[in-house]
Antibody, heavy 119, light 114 residues
Framework: EVHLVESGGGLVQPGGSLRLSCAASGFNFNIYWMTWVRQAPGKGLEWVANIKPDGSGQYYVDSLKGRFTISRDNAKNSLYLQMNSLRAEDTAIYYCGREGRYMGAFDVWGQGTMVTVSS | DIVLTQSPDSLAVSLGERATINCKSSQSILYNSNNQNYLAWYQQKPGQPPKLLIY???TRGSGVPDRFSGSGSGTDFTLTISSLQAEDVAIYYC??????????FGPGTRVDIK
């Protein structure tokens, strides 16, 4: 069965850093684009970043460029999101997702990990 | 950037009745070379991650009941629930992937039981 499991969320002070992980199982991880999407409390969905299957290209929402870095380790079937210079407005549930092959929609989602930025 | 708007913000429908949600794009998301509309719909129930319902504007995702259907082309799209069930209470989002590898979502439409 296909699964994505996020971890690494928690409470962090403004200006701090956090690294999220997403463990994939049940599918051939190294042929899929992978993505991060976040959702602030009570708000809608915001696409954050994605990465090519071989990790050679990364793309970000304009508002986050320079603070967040997406990466992957295909040997470990894992996706990561390094978040630096965190702000209160980064408080959200962070979901990892798989981009369907031959179509750009996100066909598999993890349960999400909560990040709270507060002093 | 492509901006998606949804209407209404929320709606309440009686069980067994039809629910219709609209999504409008600020520019066409029809790719002429393959005649595909780069639009998806997701369902998000409280406390759960989103679930893919529809892609290519009208193709149902795996295991999605046939009471869910998508239609439209170019800039105007519709998600229809033909006969609302209690388990359909959720927020529904449209998403464009025309600008792949970057994406945007609509603001969401809440569906409740009247």
């Amino acid at each position: 069965e296909v699964h994505l499991v996020e971890s690494g969320g928690g409470l962090v002070q403004p200006g701090g850093s956090l690294r999220l992980s997403c463990a994939a199982s049940g599918f051939n991880f190294n042929i899929y684009w992978m993505t991060w999407v976040r959702q602030a409390p009570g708000k809608g969905l915001e696409w954050v970043a994605n990465i090519k299957p071989d990790g050679s290209g990364q793309y970000y929402v304009d508002s986050l460029k320079g603070r967040f870095t997406i990466s992957r380790d295909n040997a470990k079937n894992s996706l990561y999101l390094q978040m630096n210079s965190l702000r209160a407005e980064d408080t959200a549930i962070y979901y990892c997702g798989r981009e369907g092959r031959y179509m750009g929609a996100f066909d598999v989602w993890g349960q999400g990990t909560m990040v709270t930025v507060s002093s | 950037d492509i901006v998606l708007t949804q209407s209404p913000d929320s709606l309440a429908v009686s069980l067994g009745e039809r629910a219709t949600i609209n999504c409008k794009s600020s520019q066409s998301i029809l790719y002429n070379s393959n005649n595909q509309n780069y639009l998806a719909w997701y369902q998000q129930k409280p406390g759960q991650p989103p679930k893919l319902l529809i892609y290519w504007a009208s193709t149902r995702g795996s295991g999605v009941p046939d009471r869910f259907s998508g239609s439209g082309s170019g800039t105007d799209f519709t998600l229809t629930i033909s006969s609302l069930q209690a388990e359909d209470v959720a927020i529904y989002y449209c998403q464009q992937y025309y600008n792949t590898p970057t994406f945007t979502f609509g603001p969401g439409t809440r569906v409740d039981i009247k």
